[in-house]
């Protein structure tokens, strides 16, 4: 059984910034596709940043530039380092594995896994 298991979450000020992380267990980590998505309150989940197991990383236009996704192979964990954080990133943030090695990693019907979401709260 595939488990998931986000951390680092929290409430930090407007320009601040935040790391977390995600630790798979139950499958080869290294052959899968990891992304990261979140969802605010009354909205559909959205996509943050993916990386394949190619190494290629992709991001979300509006986060480009601020979110840095890297993985540790070694550790099963990828991580989501957040700077200049803005009340509008506030959402949970949810990690996700895809097995298949899909073209869509954008789309989270893609992913066959999910962990439980951490709340990022962003204070104006």
């Known amino acids: 059984q595939v488990q998931l298991v986000e951390s680092g979450g929290g409430l930090v000020q407007a320009g601040g910034s935040l790391r977390l992380s995600c630790t798979a267990s139950?499958?080869?980590?290294?052959?899968?596709?990891m992304g990261w998505f979140r969802q605010a309150p009354g909205k559909e989940r959205e996509f943050v940043s993916a990386t394949r197991r190619s190494g290629f990383s992709t991001y979300s236009d509006s986060m480009k530039g601020r979110f840095t996704m890297s993985r540790d192979n070694a550790k099963n964990t990828v991580y989501l380092q957040m700077d200049g954080l803005e009340p509008e990133d506030t959402a949970v943030y949810y990690c996700?594995?895809?097995?298949?090695?899909?073209?869509?990693?954008?789309?989270?019907?893609?992913?066959?896994?999910w962990g439980q979401g951490t709340q990022v709260t962003v204070s104006s």
């Open positions: 139950g499958h080869t980590f290294t052959s899968y596709t």
């Open positions: 996700a594995a895809d097995r298949d090695d899909d073209y869509f990693i954008r789309i989270p019907g893609t992913y066959d896994y």
